[in-house]
């Protein structure tokens, strides 16, 4: 079992900036691809960012891609991402996701994980 925990949402005026924090526990946090989703209101969830487990290969979607930023610390069983030029449309609760499943390649759809934190709140102002 995994628990996760983010941090660091909150509200920021366009292109700005934000870090966000997932913290795991359990001692096995290495062995999980890890990926962050967010949710728009009225919109589903979509992948932004996934990092396999040993943290070589990182995955990120078009819509953020060469603004956001996916890494990890399997020492502090951390994950992060990085959000820079911040645009409205970035607006969402932000999910962190643990894939435990061993998968070579992380998933980018919300199937491949398993495990999901409570989300946190970024709010872009215009």
């Known amino acids: 079992q995994v628990q996760l925990v983010e941090s660091g949402g909150g509200l920021v005026q366009t292109g700005g900036s934000l870090r966000l924090s997932c913290a795991a526990s359990g001692r096995t946090f290495s062995s999980y691809n890890m990926g962050w989703f967010r949710q728009a209101p009225g919109k589903a969830r979509e992948f932004v960012a996934a990092?396999?487990?040993?943290?070589?290969?990182?995955y990120t979607a078009d819509s953020v891609k060469g603004r956001f930023t996916i890494s990890r610390d399997n020492a502090k069983n951390t994950v992060y991402l990085q959000m820079n030029s911040l645009k409205p449309e970035d607006t969402a609760v932000y999910y962190c996701?643990?894939?435990?499943?061993?998968?070579?390649?992380?998933?980018?759809?919300?199937?491949?994980?398993?495990?999901w934190g409570q989300g946190t709140q970024v709010t872009v102002s215009s």
């Open positions: 996701a643990a894939d435990s499943t061993r998968r070579v390649v992380p998933g980018t759809s919300r199937i491949s994980y398993d495990y």
């Open positions: 990092i396999k487990r040993s943290g070589g290969s990182t």
